[in-house]
């Protein structure tokens, strides 16, 4: 059983900066990856960015550049730091982690980008 508790959320300008965090706890093997997906009002859940245990990492092609993403292995932890916000980033974001085939999501942090 994993828990996933995302926080860093916010209000924030556009051109601005927002860190979020994701600690995974609970009963934990091995987390292969981690990731953060975001969710637009009427919209799908996309895609933001992965990292794999070796440090591999994967972004969309519109956070690409702005966006970075890093893990801490030994404290079960992901981290998104948002560069250069623009209004179109504002979603609900989530976190994901990957434990064999198995992927649990945390609840979620609103970000909102806007002036």
């Known amino acids: 059983q994993v828990q996933l508790v995302e926080s860093g959320g916010g209000l924030v300008q556009p051109g601005g900066s927002l860190r979020l965090s994701c600690a995974a706890s609970?009963?934990?093997?091995?987390?292969?990856?981690m990731g953060w997906y975001r969710q637009a009002p009427g919209k799908q859940r996309d895609l933001v960015a992965t990292?794999?245990?070796?440090?591999?990492?994967n972004y969309a092609d519109s956070v690409k550049g702005r966006f970075n993403i890093s893990r801490d292995n030994a404290k079960n932890t992901v981290y998104l730091q948002m560069n250069s916000l623009e209004p179109e980033d504002t979603a609900v974001y989530y976190c994901n982690a990957a434990m064999g085939f198995i992927n649990y999501w945390g609840q979620g942090t609103q970000v909102t980008v806007s002036s």
């Open positions: 609970g009963v934990i093997f091995s987390i292969n990856s």
């Open positions: 990292i794999t245990s070796r440090g591999s990492t």
